[in-house]
């Protein structure tokens, strides 16, 4: 009657969680939380932007495109010349042709800046041009 109980208390011993299939959804889960999540973009510079009563917020913004107090435009995080804003805008725009414009203009940007930055989005062919506002 030993040699019975003897196996049975060994098997036991060597019995272990297999710790494999948990690791694996972990790691599946962690891909599927990176190719889901969305990443913030930023223009580059923090601006002051206007008040507005009607703001809103809007969604599949792509292309942000920011006007400093000085009259300096940043895309993507780099300063660019008012006579290369076109090419910038359409090269993103093809990335992504779902995408819109937002412009993040200063309350001290002058309106000559403006203008320019939305006229060669317009030229670049979006015409989906949004100006960023903070909330009143």
Request: no cysteine; hydrophobic share 50%.
């Amino acid at each position: 009657m030993r040699a019975p109980l003897a196996n049975v208390f060994q098997e036991e011993e060597n019995e272990e969680i297999n710790m494999t299939p948990m690791l694996d959804v972990v790691f599946i889960m962690l891909i599927f939380f990176i190719v889901t999540a969305t990443f913030v973009k930023e223009a580059g510079i923090d601006v002051n932007r206007p008040e507005a009563a009607t703001a809103v917020q809007k969604e599949r913004a792509n292309i942000l495109v920011a006007i400093s107090d000085k009259g300096e435009i940043w895309i993507n995080k780099r300063q660019v010349d008012v006579r290369a804003v076109q090419a910038n805008i359409e090269r993103l725009h093809a990335e992504n042709p779902q995408g819109s414009v937002v412009i993040q203009a200063d309350k001290k940007a002058t309106t000559d800046t403006l203008i320019k930055v939305m006229d060669a989005a317009r030229s670049a062919g979006v015409f989906d041009v949004s100006i960023a506002a903070q909330e009143a």
